[in-house]
T-cell receptor, first 113, second 114 residues
Framework: DQQVKQNSPSLSVQEGRISILNCDYT??????FLWYKKYPAEGPTFLISISSIKDKNEDGRFTVFLNKSAKHLSLHIVPSQPGDSAVYFC????????????FGKGTKLSVKP | SQTIHQWPATLVQPVGSPLSLECTVEGTSNPNLYWYRQAAGRGLQLLFYSIGIDQISSEVPQNLSASRPQDRQFILSSKKLLLSDSGFYLC?????????????FGPGTRLLVL
């Protein structure tokens, strides 16, 4: 059973517009959520995180929103740039997981000039 | 600052041959270490994690094994590779302290089994 789901395998956005990447989770014990960005043939790089005591965290063009009641989080990128084109992975961890992260399958974002 | 290295970067191996992938972390001590695999069109699958020397947990049954001979060294091995072992292998680390769940990934090793 997939505990972290990214239901959109791909997303295409025009440069300058907002990109919204979504992620749903099923385990109510998750209390820390992360987004990673991955280019082909490279390791994922950490982008932004949020703990369950917050509902929003912002870092430059990237904002993560957490809706605990809906078990849903989203990553907003605004404005989107062609260099943002990559696969974005959502990940979650919870109490007692020893730091283990549960990853979604990723969403491939394409930002078109 | 901390850095994580993986080698080799790419590897082509015949079916049935052995495998050894190495991961080392610099600039930290007693990290948690992880091996993941990303198969074509799939997400990141956790294979092994280690919270200390000779302390390794396996997440999925398979013909792969992991060892941690030193604090900052993590090795992924196989005695006989299968075609299905092809994929992109990623090593990751985190500080190993409560509340520090963010993991940092290495550059990865692309393995092709023919």
């Amino acid at each position: 059973d997939q505990q972290v789901k990214q239901n959109s395998p791909s997303l295409s956005v025009q440069e300058g517009r907002i990109s919204i990447l979504n992620c749903d989770y099923t385990n109510s014990m998750f209390d820390y959520f992360l987004w990673y960005k991955k280019y082909p043939a490279e390791g994922p790089t950490f982008l932004i995180s949020i703990s369950s005591i917050k509902d929003k965290n912002e870092d430059g063009r990237f904002t993560v929103f957490l809706n605990k009641s809906a078990k849903h989080l989203s990553l907003h990128i605004v404005p989107s740039q062609p260099g943002d084109s990559a696969v974005y992975f959502c990940a979650a961890s919870g109490w007692g997981s020893q730091g283990n992260l549960i990853f979604g399958k990723g969403t491939k974002l394409s930002v078109k000039p | 600052s901390q850095t994580i290295h993986q080698w080799p970067a790419t590897l082509v191996q015949p079916v049935g041959s052995p495998l050894s992938l190495e991961c080392t972390v610099e600039g930290t001590s007693n990290p948690n270490l992880y091996w993941y695999r990303q198969a074509a069109g799939r997400g990141l699958q956790l294979l092994f994690y280690s919270i200390g020397i000779d302390q390794i947990s396996s997440e999925v049954p398979q013909n792969l094994s992991a060892s941690r001979p030193q604090d900052r060294q993590f090795i992924l091995s196989s005695k006989k590779l299968l075609l299905s072992d092809s994929g992109f292998y990623l090593c990751a680390w985190n500080p190993g302290t409560t509340g520090q769940e963010t993991q940092y990934f290495g550059p990865g090793t692309r393995l092709l089994v023919l």
